[in-house]
């Protein structure tokens, strides 16, 4: 099994930076996606960013130029900086992995969540 633990939400002023961090562990044997999702109240959940294998990275165009993700496939962990950020991010942020076990069978798994409030 493959299991996601998060870290880093929280409360941050507009303008500010937050990092979040989706940590894979388990039976893994290649992950070929990683994403981060949110969900803010009364809305759907949308994708914000994700990065593939072969390490191409698509965004949001509400984020493009203010969040960056990265990878350390060292320690299977994909990182979320939040920069700039604005009232309107506020959202439980979700991280989603999709790869395959040692068993050669395919894993999708979401993370817990993590809530972030942008707010003065």
């Known amino acids: 099994q493959v299991q996601l633990v998060e870290s880093g939400g929280g409360l941050v002023q507009p303008g500010g930076s937050l990092r979040l961090s989706c940590a894979a562990s388990?039976?893994?044997?290649?992950?070929?996606?990683m994403g981060w999702y949110r969900q803010a109240p009364g809305k759907q959940r949308e994708l914000v960013a994700a990065?593939?294998?072969?390490?191409?990275?698509d965004y949001a165009d509400s984020v493009k130029g203010r969040f960056t993700i990265s990878r350390d496939n060292a320690k299977n962990t994909v990182y979320l900086q939040m920069n700039s950020l604005k009232a309107e991010d506020t959202a439980v942020y979700s991280c989603?992995?999709?790869?395959?076990?040692?068993?050669?069978?395919?894993?999708?798994?979401w993370g817990q969540g993590t809530l972030v409030t942008v707010s003065s």
């Open positions: 989603y992995v999709d790869g395959l076990n040692w068993k050669n069978f395919r894993f999708q798994v």
């Open positions: 990065l593939t294998d072969g390490g191409s990275a």
């Open positions: 388990g039976s893994i044997f290649s992950i070929n996606f």
